[in-house]
């Protein structure tokens, strides 16, 4: 969650940065963050899944090693 609100708040910048009308390197610097920062939070969030999913025993919930497979690679 800290990930998520940290690049909520890197995005409420850029959208302040835009309507202030501020320099473009400046947006686009704080845009690359927030797309940085989302990168690493979808990262993470498939890293818990996978480490579940490799730890529990099979369940109707679990999600297959192609599921996870797919879920990883939308990241890329």
């Known amino acids: 969650m800290n990930r998520l609100r ?3 708040g890197q995005l409420t910048a850029v ?3 835009v309507e202030a009308g501020s320099d473009c390197r400046t947006v686009v610097t ?3 963050a927030v ?3 989302l990168d690493r939070a979808g990262f993470t969030i498939v890293s818990h899944a996978m480490r579940e999913c ?3 025993e099979p369940g109707e919930d679990s999600l297959t090693v192609e599921e996870l497979e797919k879920l990883f690679l ?3």
Do not use: M, N, V, Y
């Open 6 to 8: 940290r690049a909520q």
């Open 15 to 17: 959208i302040a940065a």
């Open 30 to 32: 704080q845009l690359a």
């Open 35 to 37: 797309s940085s920062a």
């Open 54 to 56: 490799l730890s529990e």
């Open 74 to 76: 939308t990241l890329a």
